[in-house]
């Protein structure tokens, strides 16, 4: 069974061959659309390669994926021939409808199950050194849950047991998820024109034709000069006279126009004012919104788009808390359960903003802020006796005029590794020069 | 609301009909008035779909969501939707689907048999409703078309089988696309063409041709017998601006002026099938209206100024 997959629901042959794509068959394994894609700006979301999609194209099947995930349990076996096993699920208790199983414990395909319910009804025995085998051994309920792809519920698409060289069996099942393209996931054209959708527009919004002829997606004029994709237009150019005029599809292998290999560009416009569009693909669009004449020509055509599998479902995370790393005390950022990390072009900007609480807040306070006895003879560090209630420098080995700062735990971990390496590092402490005018007007606030 | 009246009197005049295909112009209006009743026609006016799908068996190739989108996206024939129930505000029922307000049952059982592909087609959807049925693409002529068949679902080898229950309910095209009853609905600025004929006549018959023939559509052409340019379809003109850039690369700019009626309209509607694009046209009225009667009655009222926020102040008038 495959780990992932990720299936397109409706594939199409792209509009536009070259001789590559030729060779390797892939137009016989199409891995893409083609979409309509009109050339503007169009409401604001559209920024740094982002695309606006159309409501009303996706939910007619455009971009829509199938994700599947395999997923597997082993039942482990123990000496004496005791083993964990699959047991049919209960039919009272609280667990009843986070069971949707069939009486072997394993879901049975095309079963939906949502996040957190329990997908192999699974028991492990209490003791595994009874000799007398599986009679009299007790078990325990050890169920195991999903948790979603991406959180959301999915389908059981295959179940499988199995068993491998060392005789653990275990079950092997696989999770299916039919995803509608959304905000946040990622597209690309075949030139590397790729782009994260950033708005989903009603179809009634969008620019059409006099034609009727509504983009599904739009991108940005900008993504040509930074990307110098020309290809792209030439592909919107060969896809829109091939759609239009019908035939083989245009070559549009690249750098063979001279030797006769691929159409030039010239020929392909000539076929579009055939079929009474503007020879340089432009068209002329109305506001969906208004109704009225959009000012500029908009080139517009049909461009093979993929959706690529970076999708936010899979993504997004954030957390309240989440456990600190051991050594630095500070907030983790692995997995999906930790938080957001507030990085070094994060912290920049906000001292960009002069924000220094927010800076102090973050960095400190909300990560892994600590409390250290400083001497104020000697600046090492020193401790508290709780026993006798004592603040002792451990450099002077007495009582001497120990102060508590606040400072990062990497702070305090910093001090100690360089004194583990013969270097002593010192605080020097000195009084806070208060303003007096700063104390009466803090004062003058509080009360 | 006291003042100067805006009203005008929009005039329709309708150019071809069909079922699924009407083309009218929209007359002494604006803009706004001829987008709204565009952006109705394409997101607001309801029609039925199949929107909830119980599987009992399936083991064709395609999996039980994709099997459910294309239903969904299978048009029926709706002329009852105007006056059904949204099974939200349904209170005859609980929304479950078995209701005669709010919704309709279909169910679908095939099984191949044969070593033949089956096809399994909109044509095996079965209703005791006869109202709201799968849209019939087959000619009237009564042809044996590739249509006929109706729109395939899956495909069956032998062995394999579906057998399901759908619901079908009313819902708009805002809502999701499976229930937009226009399969385009565009409109055009009327364009208005007035060739400089004392500025054409210095042109030679040779210019003039090539001039001519600089439009990607047929507008203008030239009588054979006084040589003079005419404009044979000024509605073909797709506002690209050849003709005016070829006059100007003549050396004879102001040769023709073109300019887009303020106030006519060209619209082409097409209709998935739902329902007759002349109706899909009335229902579009129809719903526009209800729309202003909603603002026309909370207009005065407290409740104004909470629904429209500031705008409240500017629909009184204020």
Not at chain 1, 264 to 278: A, N, P, T, Y
Not at chain 1, 364 to 391: A, F, P
Not at chain 2, 192 to 197: A, L, S, T, V, Y
């Amino acid at each position: 069974m495959d780990t992932e997959l990720n299936l397109l629901v409706y594939p199409q042959k792209p509009l536009l061959m070259t001789r590559t794509i030729e060779l390797v068959g892939y137009d016989k394994l199409g891995a893409g659309q083609n979409a309509t894609v009109a050339v503007m700006s169009f409401s604001g979301y559209d920024m740094g390669d982002a695309i606006v999609m159309n409501k009303a194209s996706l939910e007619r099947g455009f971009g829509r994926c199938t994700v599947m995930r395999s997923f597997s349990t082993k039942l482990q076996s123990y000496e004496y021939g005791i083993q964990e096993k699959t047991v049919r699920p209960c039919s009272e208790g609280s667990d009843t409808k986070r069971m949707q199983l069939d009486m072997d414990g394993l879901p049975a395909p095309g079963e939906i199950i949502k996040p957190g319910d329990i997908v192999i009804n699974k028991q492990t025995p209490k003791d595994t050194w009874n000799a007398f085998g599986n009679r009299g051994v007790e078990y325990k309920d050890t169920p195991v849950t999903f948790n979603g792809l991406g959180g959301e519920p999915s389908v059981v698409d295959k179940v499988a047991r199995f068993s491998d060289f060392g005789g653990i069996c275990g079950i092997k099942y696989l999770m299916r998820q039919t995803r509608q393209p959304e905000v946040g996931d990622q597209f690309s054209s075949r030139h590397g024109q790729k782009g994260v959708c950033g708005a989903i527009i009603q179809q009634e919004d969008f620019p059409f034709s006099e034609r009727g002829i509504c983009p599904d997606l739009i991108i940005n004029p900008h993504a040509f000069p930074s990307g110098m994709t020309v290809g792209s237009m030439i592909e919107l150019l060969g896809a829109k006279a091939r759609v239009s005029v019908g035939g083989s599809p245009y070559n549009g292998s690249a750098f063979e126009e001279s030797s006769g290999g691929a159409d030039k560009v010239e020929e392909i416009c000539k076929e579009l004012v055939k079929k009474k569009f503007s020879y340089s693909g432009k068209e002329f669009l109305y506001s969906g919104i208004t109704g009225s004449c959009l000012q500029a020509y908009v080139f517009m055509g049909p461009i093979y788009y993929q959706t690529l599998r970076h999708m936010v479902m899979d993504k997004m995370h954030s957390s309240y808390q989440s456990k600190p790393h051991q050594l630095t005390r500070q907030p983790t950022y692995r997995s999906d359960q930790d938080g957001v990390r507030v990085g070094e072009n994060e912290r920049n900007c906000l001292t960009a903003h002069g924000a220094s609480m927010v800076i102090f807040e973050r960095l400190m306070l909300s990560s892994d802020v600590t409390t250290i006895e400083v001497c104020g003879v000697c600046g090492s560090l020193g401790y508290y006796n709780r026993r006798s209630g004592k603040k002792i420098c451990s450099s002077c080995q007495k009582e001497t005029d120990i102060s508590t700062q606040k400072v990062p735990y990497a702070c305090k971990l910093l001090i100690q590794e360089l004194q583990s390496m013969n270097i002593s590092m010192k605080l020097k402490l000195a009084e806070e020069e208060i303003n007096d005018d700063l104390l009466n007007h803090v004062a003058v606030n509080e009360f | 609301m006291e003042g100067k009246s805006y009203q005008r009197l929009p005039k329709i005049k309708i150019r071809e009909m069909k079922d699924d295909f009407l083309k009218f112009e929209l007359r002494d209006t604006d803009a706004s008035m001829a987008n709204a009743l565009r952006r109705v026609m394409i997101a607001e006016v309801p029609t039925i779909a199949i929107d909830l799908v119980e599987i009992e068996v399936n083991s064709s190739v395609l999996n039980d969501e994709f099997i459910a989108h294309r239903l969904g996206l299978i048009p029926l024939t709706s002329e009852r939707a105007m006056s059904m129930r949204f099974s939200r505000d349904c209170d005859a029922c609980d929304g479950d689907g078995q209701c005669e307000f709010c919704s309709v049952e279909f169910h679908l059982r095939a099984k191949c048999m044969s070593d033949q592909t089956l096809d399994v087609t909109s044509k095996d959807l079965y209703t005791p409703d006869h109202t709201v049925v799968p849209v019939d693409f087959s000619d009237p002529a009564g042809d044996e078309s590739a249509e006929q068949r109706g729109i395939i679902i899956v495909k069956l080898r032998r062995g394999q089988e579906l057998r399901l229950r759908a619901i079908a309910r009313k819902g708009i095209g805002k809502d999701h696309a499976k229930w937009s009853p226009a399969a385009t609905v565009t409109f055009m600025y009327e364009p208005d063409i007035r060739i400089n004929e004392e500025l054409m006549e210095t042109l030679t018959l040779e210019e003039k041709r090539s001039w001519v023939e600089s439009s990607p559509t047929r507008v203008f052409e030239i009588d054979p017998d006084t040589h003079q340019v005419y404009v044979v379809d000024a509605e073909a003109y797709t506002y690209d601006d050849e003709v005016i850039k070829k006059a100007e690369a003549m050396g004879k700019p102001g040769l023709v002026d073109i300019t887009a009626k303020e106030d006519s309209f060209i619209f082409t509607v097409e209709s998935t099938g739902a329902i007759k694009a002349s109706q899909l046209v009335l229902n579009a009225i129809e719903i526009l209206k209800q729309k202003l009667d909603a603002v026309r009655l909370s207009e005065d009222t407290v409740e104004a100024d909470d629904q429209f926020g500031e705008l409240g102040a500017h629909m009184r008038g204020g």
